[in-house]
Every structure is written in structure tokens, then in C-alpha cells.
């Protein structure tokens, strides 16, 4: 793919690109941060020093199956076929595509989650229900060994970074590393969740 053309006639090239795709004002509903301070009053939620947030993950409560969020999730799922049909996946592909987990993180001042991915789903995501943007999401490109520049840029950045936004959603591929700074507000609730497909039995 052509980046740049140059003056003596050569050109740069780049490849294997990484995207986020990345809505500021996807879904605004009033009810999610009520309901999800009541579940986390009548459920025990999970925290451990590297998912540093209180989180219904590892529980036995499935958001993705709570009534609640039936609506969101239709849409999560439109809007993820929008996105798979721009990365080049097929409708008789994308046909398949479904919400495999969900789950809820409550962070408070100084929380933070460390750099990680999600294996065994294809796609996941990042709704923030309740937050401002001081805080950030960051993700990260392919680590290596090479002596890095004196000034990065688009050619050769480590990682790029996004504002948690109240009704803002974040998807990207499952394998892509990500983390979140240390927490600036007093509380950040935020919906994740994985998407899979449904594949072909082998005979």
C-alpha cells in the first residue's frame, strides 16, 4: 500500500496494517450504569493485581445474556459486520459472526489493566457506559528488538491511544495487545466483550 512517494522517484510502502475501529457517540442508553451498580451490589465481582478493576469477568453472570442488553448487543453486531465487511470479510463469512462473552469492569481512581489480549475470540470490543476523557485505552504494535527513532511517527509508532468517552465503542482484532493507564476519574464503567464465528464441522 502506497504511503509516500519520494522526491528522488522512489516510494514507501507499508503492509499488514492494524485498524481500530473507533465510534465516539455509538449508544447512548441512561439505564446500563444503574443496572450494572445494582449487579455489582448483589454479585461477587473479580479483581486480582493484573485485572486491576472490580469485573463481573470470570464469574458466573453472562451480560451478553442479560435482557437488559439485548438491544446493544443487536447493534454491537451491526455495527461489527459494518466494520468486517471494510476489513475485506465476506457476508457468507460475517453471517457467522456472533457475541461469544460480555462482561462489566468497574474502575476507580488509580486502577489500572495491564497490557493483554483476548485469545480464542476473533474480535473484541469497548463500550464506556460512565467515565470522562482523561482516561485512555492504549494499544500496542508488534514488539521488537530494532533501535527505535529519535522521532516516531506513522511509519514507525509503538502504539496509538484513545479517549474513554461516555456512548463510545472500540473494536479490534482479539490479538491485538492493549492496556489502560493508571485511572484519572473516580469511576469508569465499562462493557467488553468478545466476538467469535461459527465454524464448519469438520466431517
Known amino acids: 500500500m502506497l504511503f509516500k512517494k519520494l522526491k528522488g522517484g522512489g516510494e514507501i510502502n507499508t503492509f499488514c496494517p492494524k485498524s481500530i475501529y473507533y465510534n465516539k457517540n455509538f ?6 450504569k444503574k443496572h450494572i451498580l445494582n449487579l455489582s451490589k448483589n454479585k461477587k465481582l473479580f479483581r486480582n493485581t493484573f485485572i486491576n478493576v472490580d469485573t463481573s469477568h470470570s464469574t458466573t453472570y453472562e451480560l451478553e445474556k442479560d435482557n437488559v442488553f439485548k438491544d446493544f448487543f443487536k447493534k454491537i453486531l451491526e455495527e461489527s459486520k459494518l ?26 481512581k ?7 489480549i483476548h485469545p480464542g475470540s476473533f474480535l473484541s470490543g469497548a463500550f464506556y457506559v460512565s467515565c470522562d476523557d482523561k482516561d485512555q485505552i492504549v494499544f500496542f504494535g508488534d514488539d521488537d528488538m530494532t533501535l527505535p527513532p529519535q522521532n516516531f511517527n506513522n511509519l514507525s509508532s509503538k502504539y496509538t491511544s484513545y479517549e474513554c468517552i461516555p456512548s463510545s465503542l472500540l473494536l479490534f482484532k482479539s490479538n491485538i495487545n492493549h492496556c489502560t493507564s493508571s485511572q484519572k476519574s473516580k469511576e469508569k464503567i465499562t462493557i467488553s466483550f468478545n466476538l467469535n464465528y461459527i465454524k464448519n464441522n469438520i466431517q
Open 27 to 32: 449508544y447512548k442508553v441512561s439505564i446500563f
Open 83 to 108: 466494520y468486517l465487511l471494510e476489513l475485506g470479510y465476506n457476508n457468507e463469512f460475517i453471517k457467522k459472526v456472533f457475541v461469544e462473552s460480555a462482561w462489566f469492569n468497574i474502575g476507580k
Open 110 to 116: 488509580g486502577d489500572n489493566l495491564i497490557k493483554h
